[in-house]
């Protein structure tokens, strides 16, 4: 099966029977395997970030080790959960924390973190954010006696990318890549510009497809759009040390959620004023004709979420064509990517074939998100249906959004019957 994760297994791999071979029993706390106490901790915890191909082999390495030691310690129970926690789906805080270590002492955790550097300096991982790097692929919660290699030390970035672009604040921290505001020098311009990053190491699959492969995707999809739909300009593609750049127009507005947040202000849908309502309807239909702009170039988007649309001048524009899928060629084969949580839909989570019924079923998520401006994402899972009811929302808004999100992909409605749902509901002032 292609489960659609940054690394696409062909089967699920139990760890397990890993841990066996070497007499270690464990027990199972979902989703993990734990090894020991892992709450009489009595320092701070090591972490090790490794992609799931490498986890059998890590196990291998790090599990006597351990053993010796008598240090308890957990690890995710399949290379699903590997695949998953890589792909943020448990969410960015906690990426990359796919092997957690519990020293008994501050001195254990220092002679673990030497010895460990040793045994895991051929594996790579994902950046774990909120931890300091002490290794080649591990991570620790607060400092310890251990000389950190100089390579891993935290350093500012600085400097120019490229022969012309120059970093000077940082947007969004990612594992994968960081996307950056940036300047390009070129012509002593000084023009704005987003400088993303493919940050090496932090994405392979069993095609050998990096990180930067899916920048260079992203780099080929924007330019075939250039001029059909609004979406940012492609300006440069670089490389500096193992990382990759793709340097993209600045377009300055606001995401599409700073817009639901700043029409809704502390009113639900059914108390924001006729123009509020008609703005932000507005905007998902400007959205759901550039999905189907996209789709008659034969393209899909497959992340059409929230952070992924910029509003400047009341025009929606949209962004990040990272997991996009070309459809008369098949390409990327398999396709990237997983998608968003709470806007993904269940065969893209399946890993099957893209179709166009993904993008339908993300596009009513994102209307639901519009109409109900949750606070968290807690509001936004589980069953939204009563919450939508609840507002007396109009018909046309509640059935568009039903079906959108319809299980069975047959059942979802096309794109030219959305716009005219909410053409023809648009509330008169």
């Given at each position: 099966?292609?489960n659609?994760h940054?690394?696409c297994?062909?089967?699920?791999?139990?760890?397990g029977?890993?841990?066996?071979?070497f007499?270690?029993?464990?027990?199972?706390?979902?989703?993990?395997?734990?090894i020991?106490?892992?709450?009489?901790?009595n320092?701070g915890?090591?972490?090790?970030?490794?992609?799931?191909?490498?986890a059998?082999?890590?196990?291998?390495?790090v599990?006597?080790?351990?053993?010796?030691?008598?240090?308890?310690f957990?690890?995710?129970?399949?290379?699903?959960?590997?695949?998953?926690?890589n792909?943020?789906?448990?969410?960015?805080?906690?990426a990359?924390?796919?092997?957690?270590?519990?020293?008994?002492?501050?001195k254990?955790?220092?002679l673990?973190?030497?010895e460990?550097?040793?045994v895991?300096?051929e594996?790579?991982?994902i950046?774990?954010?909120?931890?300091?790097?002490i290794?080649k692929?591990?991570?620790?919660?607060?400092?310890?006696?251990?000389k950190?290699?100089?390579?891993?030390?935290?350093k500012k970035r600085?400097?120019?990318?490229?022969?012309?672009?120059?970093?000077i604040?940082l947007?969004k921290?990612s594992?994968?890549?960081?996307?950056?505001?940036?300047?390009?020098?070129?012509g002593?311009?000084f023009?704005p510009?987003?400088?993303?990053?493919a940050r090496a190491?932090s994405f392979?699959?069993k095609?050998?497809?990096?990180?930067?492969?899916?920048l260079?995707?992203?780099k080929t999809?924007?330019?075939s759009?250039?001029?059909k739909?609004?979406t940012p300009?492609?300006?440069?593609?670089?490389?500096?040390?193992?990382?990759h750049y793709l340097?993209?127009e600045?377009?300055?507005?606001?995401?599409?959620?700073q817009?639901?947040?700043?029409?809704?202000g502390?009113?639900?849908?059914?108390n924001l004023?006729?123009?509020n309502?008609?703005?932000l309807?507005?905007?998902f239909?400007?959205i759901t004709?550039i999905?189907?702009?996209?789709?008659?170039?034969?393209y899909?988007?497959?992340?059409?979420?929230?952070?992924?649309?910029i509003?400047k001048?009341?025009?929606?524009?949209?962004?990040?064509?990272?997991?996009a899928?070309?459809?008369p060629?098949?390409?990327?084969n398999p396709?990237f990517?997983f998608?968003?949580?709470?806007?993904v839909s269940?065969?893209?989570?399946?890993g099957l074939?893209?179709?166009?019924?993904?993008d339908?079923?993300?596009?009513?998520?994102?209307?639901a998100f519009?109409?109900?401006?949750?606070q968290?994402?807690l509001?936004?899972s589980g069953?939204?249906?009563?919450?939508l009811?609840?507002?007396?929302?109009e018909?046309?808004i509640?059935?568009?959004?039903?079906?959108?999100?319809?299980?069975?992909?047959?059942n979802?409605?096309s794109?030219?019957?959305?716009?005219?749902a909410?053409k023809?509901?648009f509330i008169k002032v």
């Amino acid at each position: 099966m292609n489960n659609g994760h940054p690394h696409c297994t062909t089967e699920i791999v139990a760890y397990g029977k890993f841990l066996l071979k070497f007499g270690i029993s464990y027990r199972i706390n979902d989703p993990w395997l734990e090894i020991g106490n892992c709450d009489s901790a009595n320092s701070g915890i090591l972490y090790i970030s490794v992609l799931s191909q490498d986890a059998e082999k890590l196990i291998h390495n790090v599990a006597p080790l351990l053993q010796a030691y008598n240090a308890p310690f957990r690890l995710l129970q399949n290379s699903h959960l590997f695949d998953l926690n890589n792909g943020f789906a448990f969410g960015t805080s906690d990426a990359g924390k796919v092997f957690m270590i519990y020293p008994s002492s501050d001195k254990q955790a220092a002679l673990l973190a030497e010895e460990l550097e040793l045994v895991t300096t051929e594996f790579e991982g994902i950046i774990i954010g909120d931890c300091i790097r002490i290794g080649k692929v591990l991570y620790t919660t607060e400092s310890i006696a251990f000389k950190i290699p100089k390579i891993y030390r935290i350093k500012k970035r600085k400097g120019i990318i490229g022969n012309y672009y120059v970093p000077i604040r940082l947007l969004k921290f990612s594992p994968k890549g960081d996307i950056n505001l940036g300047v390009s020098l070129k012509g002593l311009s000084f023009t704005p510009c987003i400088i993303k990053q493919a940050r090496a190491g932090s994405f392979t699959d069993k095609f050998k497809r990096q990180s930067f492969h899916k920048l260079q995707w992203q780099k080929t999809v924007l330019e075939s759009l250039q001029g059909k739909v609004p979406t940012p300009r492609v300006i440069d593609f670089c490389r500096k040390g193992r990382d990759h750049y793709l340097i993209i127009e600045y377009i300055e507005g606001e995401s599409l959620l700073q817009k639901i947040i700043s029409i809704h202000g502390n009113q639900n849908w059914k108390n924001l004023s006729v123009k509020n309502r008609n703005e932000l309807l507005n905007y998902f239909l400007q959205i759901t004709e550039i999905i189907n702009s996209l789709h008659q170039l034969g393209y899909l988007h497959r992340d059409i979420q929230i952070n992924n649309f910029i509003v400047k001048d009341q025009k929606v524009y949209i962004i990040d064509f990272e997991l996009a899928y070309y459809m008369p060629a098949g390409i990327p084969n398999p396709a990237f990517g997983f998608g968003t949580a709470g806007f993904v839909s269940p065969e893209q989570k399946a890993g099957l074939t893209p179709t166009p019924a993904e993008d339908i079923y993300s596009l009513g998520a994102l209307l639901a998100f519009i109409i109900l401006n949750p606070q968290n994402s807690l509001e936004f899972s589980g069953n939204i249906y009563n919450a939508l009811v609840s507002l007396n929302l109009e018909e046309n808004i509640l059935e568009t959004i039903v079906s959108c999100l319809d299980p069975v992909a047959e059942n979802r409605p096309s794109l030219p019957a959305i716009i005219n749902a909410l053409k023809a509901d648009f509330i008169k002032v």
